[in-house]
């Protein structure tokens, strides 16, 4: 199974940004979509973004478009997450998800992504 691995998360103030990185051990993420989905206490994983194996195609949730991007850099096996405008509502336990098809459905199924990071906490708070 991939091992993925999330890192950048931390306490931030509202209004400020974080970049958030997902790197692949073992296997390759180039052909892969990859997303990241959050989980804040007492509420279920949603969808946060999603991107295809040649990151020209990208999704999100509407209430995130603008403020979240993602992106990857194949020849890192690595995919980043730039979260800007972040407010109290955004924190959350933020994964990393990979798949093995390329392409990603809109809004991004977490069912169909096989491979899973352990997750980085953010925190937006004063």
């Known amino acids: 199974q991939l091992q993925l691995v999330e890192s950048g998360g931390g306490l931030v103030q509202p209004g400020g940004s974080l970049r958030l990185s997902c790197v692949a051990s073992?296997?390759?993420?180039?052909?892969?979509?990859v997303g990241w989905f959050r989980q804040a206490p007492g509420k279920e994983r949603e969808a946060v973004s999603c991107i295809n194996s040649n990151g020209d195609d990208t999704d999100y949730p509407d209430s995130m478009k603008g403020r979240f991007t993602i992106s990857r850099d194949n020849a890192k096996n690595t995919v980043i997450l730039q979260m800007n405008s972040l407010k109290p509502e955004d924190t959350a336990v933020y994964y990393c998800?990979?798949?093995?098809?390329?392409?990603?459905?809109?809004?991004?199924?977490?069912?169909?992504?096989?491979?899973w990071g352990q997750g980085t906490q953010v925190t937006v708070s004063t």
């Open positions: 073992a296997f390759s993420l180039n052909a892969r979509a």
């Open positions: 998800a990979a798949r093995t098809n390329s392409w990603c459905f809109s809004p991004p199924r977490e069912g169909d992504f096989e491979s």
